[in-house]
T-cell receptor
Framework: DAGVIQSPRHEVTEMGQEVTLRCKPISGHNSLFWYRQTMMRGLELLIYFNNNVPIDDSGMPEDRFSAKMPNASFSTLKIQPSEPRDSAVYFC???????????FGPGTRLLVL | SQKIEQNSEALNIQEGKTATLTCNYTNYSPAYLQWYRQDPGRGPVFLLLIRENEKEKRKERLKVTFDTTLKQSLFHITASQPADSATYLCAPSNRDDKIIFGKGTRLHILP
């Protein structure tokens, strides 16, 4: 198994641009999570899906952030417009059930100038 | 609100000694607690899960305890090696609920 796949691994963009992060969960997993990690705030849950349905998006910072999961093998996290304070590492994780062991992807390092 | 506390200061341990990391939580009664390891530039990797009815769990050189009265979990690495140097995250949760991660403790094993 290839594990959780994220793309791109690195993204540098200018303030105001749209950013789209992609995630392919492990086949057979039914829960998918998007996290943001910074030195100051640690690992923060943004949103999670169960069976492709968003369950909890209370961690999404504001309307500039949106996430979709059109099918069991793909999810996107979009930031529009991006701001410098969005600079962080964004992780995607998947699991068989919501509260059990999570398998993380390698992350996308985002820098907004 | 729920709060997870891990020692924010880095922990330096001499090779061969036992490293002990602490995780305290407040305003929370988790049914179980997980520990993850994170290396620089990588995502967290699951190490151990302990349930509320288990006092202790072991895996090779790793040992985790879970004290629901003290609201604390301890993570031990015995016979520590430089390769154990990483950040360790504690993550309590309840069934059917999201996991909350602590900020982690950086561990340095000195050769």
């Amino acid at each position: 198994d290839a594990g959780v796949i994220q793309s791109p691994r690195h993204e540098v963009t200018e303030m105001g641009q749209e950013v789209t992060l992609r995630c392919k969960p492990i086949s057979g997993h039914n829960s998918l999570f998007w996290y943001r990690q910074t030195m100051m705030r640690g690992l923060e849950l943004l949103i999670y899906f169960n069976n492709n349905v968003p369950i909890d998006d209370s961690g999404m910072p504001e309307d500039r952030f949106s996430a979709k999961m059109p099918n069991a093998s793909f999810s996107t996290l979009k930031i529009q417009p991006s701001e410098p304070r969005d600079s962080a590492v964004y992780f995607c994780a998947s699991t068989f059930s919501e509260a059990e062991t999570q398998y993380f992807g390698p992350g996308t390092r985002l820098l907004v100038l | 609100s729920q709060k997870i506390e891990q020692n924010s200061e880095a922990l330096n341990i001499q090779e061969g000694k036992t490293a002990t990391l602490t995780c305290n939580y407040t305003n929370y009664s988790p049914a179980y607690l997980q520990w993850y390891r994170q290396d620089p530039g990588r995502g967290p990797v699951f190490l151990l899960l302990i349930r509320e009815n288990e006092k202790e769990k072991r895996k090779e050189r790793l040992k985790v305890t879970f004290d629901t009265t003290l609201k604390q979990s301890l993570f031990h690495i015995t016979a520590s090696q430089p390769a154990d140097s990483a950040t360790y995250l504690c993550a309590p949760s309840n069934r059917d609920d999201k996991i909350i991660f602590g900020k982690g403790t950086r561990l340095h094993i000195l050769p």
